[in-house]
């Protein structure tokens, strides 16, 4: 399903992401290159270590969360 008021990564890139996918963990930094390069400011250093960070955050990421029954 595409959400295309906020462009958002889809569900199943996000899946294959978790598992280590290299095109899939691409698709999620590309994703957020823009946002990373404004909070950067255009620090190169920091924008390292700003996707560093995304791609740890994808890969401890756990899809197992169950809403509370009502």
């Known amino acids: 399903m595409r959400n295309s008021k906020y462009n958002l990564v889809p569900y199943e890139v996000i899946e294959r992401a978790i598992t280590g996918d290299t095109a899939a963990l691409l698709a999620v930094q ?10 950067s400011g255009g620090n190169a ?11 740890m955050a994808v890969l401890k990421f756990r899809p197992d969360y169950q809403p509370p029954s009502k």
């Open 30 to 39: 590309e994703q957020h290159k823009a946002y990373i390069g404004r909070l």
């Open 45 to 55: 250093d920091m924008q390292e270590r700003l996707n560093a960070k995304l791609l």
